[in-house]
């Protein structure tokens, strides 16, 4: 298994679906990441530049998007609690997945416009 995997594989069965689906919208928006592991949670970079993290927590996911992801997304993201560069998804409510989906294909663009 690789790091990912076993990262996942720790957690409850329900959350290991939600942590799945997460990597998998991430895979499917942007099939050139790179997948590791950083800061203790799933990292994927373009270009060797970070695109996005995601952690599970007790209560909730913490997905990282780095501060010019979330300010993008600022209203959509009004409902949750946020950080300069995190906002957390509560385990107990429906988590955004498009909305996820959405941020993810906003940073490969932006990972891309910055190699030109």
Partial sequence: MNPVDLY?????????DVLNRIREIIKFNAPEAEE????GMPAYKTHRKPLVYF???EHHI?????PSGHSAFSEAL???????????????QPIPYDLIADIVRY?????NSNIR
């Fill in 107 to 111: 940073r490969v663009e932006e990972n």
């Fill in 8 to 16: 996942i594989a720790q957690f409850p069965v329900s959350v290991q």
């Fill in 78 to 92: 009004s409902q949750y609690k946020q950080g300069k560069g995190s906002v957390q998804f509560p385990i107990n």
């Fill in 62 to 66: 913490g997905f990282y998007a780095t």
């Fill in 55 to 57: 952690a599970a927590f």
């Fill in 36 to 39: 590791s592991m950083a800061y």
